[in-house]
């Protein structure tokens, strides 16, 4: 079932928390990200049932406070309104395992362009809810995305997953969150990470193993195992109704900024007003000749209240440099960051949640994923404003302390127009291989997306794809229902709603942006839910 390399490392994990083996068959490996990998196993019930289950392995490098932080995440909040809860927990030396319920799901690449526009409004709705539940906790996941957000179509059950990049609100109720935002994190013994989650009760459900060990093939040959003590050690957790987990997602999370300590000692210098007119003197110097001990020195030197000499110029001047570096929290997976992230706003809220949900509903209406996709901040910044305006971006960043300078005025994109052209894109037919019509497709939607003066769907797609027998058939919603097609899966009467709900999602104030308990109100929802 699973190769020589992925059998290597579960006999590792079996090796470094050995009441696994006892309890669980591990079956392989179905994710891997830079924190932790996930298994899938079986265990057997005393009722004889076999059940599936998600484990996590976070790696021994992770902070204990961090694990324990998780672990209260889905102790609290999990296991309700499309949250994924804990089952057990292990813990041996520095190696921890999460087990949790096991959700089958469908991958939200392989069924996004057959989701019919009813089913869209489900999987955002109960994204809402899940969203409002920890948001109720003050939780934010700061990761929201299609991959952490499980959705089996079949049986139509959710799961929000992976609270590995969690943090909390100013007034969140789980304690750990509260520590990891107003200390440095420091030493954390592991009794502490045991006691945080040795209080939740051993389930009854699952067999536990017998005091002899025996090996995965002979324990699985037996038809129920009787209870025993050893099994225990290193036991936590608790069992949850919610059957739900697991993608193949192998995520790369971002570098988490952390804030400086405040009890660091740090010299102050007098700033005598010679100085400051001899720093406002200075020439601009290039960014790419400016080493970082000039940068840490000239950060000692200058007052603030000097005005920058720089401003729209390929340089940096000296005041610039002086500036104290600002630190603020760049947690989450590129392509779904919200605008106050980009620009490391520093009171940042749940409001970042909805703006990844935003995303997420975007690219269900247009049938692109990924939506966005730039190499780091700035770029990720300038496609936002390719949809919503630079002018609006301007002014929503003065808001929160930014100031963001575009060469090029573009205006805001038409969200029905913008998203019905590249629903069209994608179910176009064409012909070649698979890798080939993904290629055409998304070149076509970048040059529909980037075209600047005007939303015009024929001058973008005037020339076919080169190396293909076949052009690409576009028509207006209206043509389609003119020609006879009867399968539109209700993407032929999407109402206005819809697009006022995703304008509302992806406002660029987090201020004024949607609460997830507001989203779940929206006049979109009245009906058919």
């Not at 992976?162 to 030493?187: C, M, N, R, V, Y």
């Not at 929290?329 to 703006?355: H, Y």
């Not at 075209?451 to 043509?479: I, K, R, V």
Request: with cysteine; net charge positive; glycine share 6%.
């Amino acid at each position: 079932m699973f190769g020589g390399d992925v059998a290597g490392e579960i006999e590792k994990l079996y090796a470094a928390v050995p009441q696994i083996r006892n309890i669980f068959y591990v079956m392989g490996k179905i994710g891997e990200g830079t924190f932790s990998s996930v298994y899938l196993a079986v265990a057997r019930l005393k009722s004889g049932e076999d059940r599936k289950f998600a484990l996590k392995h976070l790696i021994p490098t992770s902070h204990p406070t961090r694990v324990a932080a998780e672990l209260q995440c889905l102790t609290l909040a999990g296991g309700e309104e499309n949250v994924m809860g804990v089952t057990y927990c292990f813990r041996k030396n520095d190696h921890v395992v999460i087990v949790m319920p096991y959700l089958e799901h469908d991958c939200f690449v392989d069924i996004l362009h057959s989701l019919s526009f009813q089913e869209v409004k489900e999987y955002i709705y109960n994204l809402f809810n899940a969203l409002k539940r920890i948001h109720h906790f003050g939780i934010v996941h700061r990761d929201v995305k299609p991959s952490n957000f499980l959705y089996s179509r079949r049986l139509k059950q959710y799961a929000l997953v992976d609270f590995g990049l969690a943090q909390g609100t100013p007034d969140t109720q789980i304690e750990l969150l509260k520590i990891l935002q107003t200390k440095k994190q420091g030493s954390c013994s592991k009794s502490n990470l045991h006691t945080i989650s040795g209080n939740i009760p051993v389930p009854r459900d699952v067999v536990l193993p017998s005091s002899t060990k025996q090996s995965v093939k002979r324990h699985w040959s037996h038809s129920q195992i009787k209870p025993g003590n050893n099994g225990k050690e290193g036991l936590l957790g608790g069992s949850t109704q919610r059957s739900v987990f697991g993608e193949r997602n192998f995520n790369v999370h971002s570098t988490v900024i952390h804030e400086v300590n405040a009890e660091k000692n740090i010299k102050q210098f007098k700033i005598t007003d010679a100085t400051s007119r001899k720093l406002a003197a200075r020439k601009p110097v290039s960014a790419k000749n400016t080493s970082g001990g000039v940068a840490r020195k000239a950060a000692s030197t200058c007052p603030a209240s000097l005005t920058c000499e720089c401003y729209a110029r390929d340089q940096v001047c000296s005041i610039c440099l002086a500036r104290t570096r600002q630190v603020a929290p760049r947690a989450g997976t590129p392509g779904f960051r919200a605008p106050e992230v980009l620009t490391k706003c520093p009171n940042q809220s749940t409001a970042i949640d909805m703006w990844s949900a935003g995303i997420i509903f975007l690219s269900l209406l247009s049938g692109r994923y990924h939506f966005f996709n730039a190499g780091d901040d700035m770029n990720a910044l300038a496609q936002i404003m390719t949809i919503r305006g630079s002018r609006e971006t301007a002014q929503a960043a003065k808001q929160f302390g930014k100031t963001v300078l575009c060469s090029k005025d573009l205006p805001a994109k038409d969200l029905r127009t913008l998203c019905e052209g590249l629903r069209q894109v994608c179910i176009a037919p064409t012909s070649g291989t698979e890798s080939d019509v993904q290629k055409q497709r998304a070149a076509l939607q970048m040059k529909m997306i980037e075209n600047q003066d005007g939303w015009f769907l024929e001058e973008a797609c005037a020339t076919p794809p080169a190396n293909t027998s076949e052009s690409f058939s576009y028509m207006s919603s209206a043509d389609r229902m003119d020609s006879g097609q009867s399968t539109m899966n209700g993407w032929d009467k999407v109402p206005d709603e819809a697009y006022h709900l995703l304008d509302r999602l992806l406002d660029m104030n987090p201020a004024t942006r949607l609460t997830a308990a507001e989203a779940l109100s929206h006049p979109l929802f009245k009906y058919d839910l």
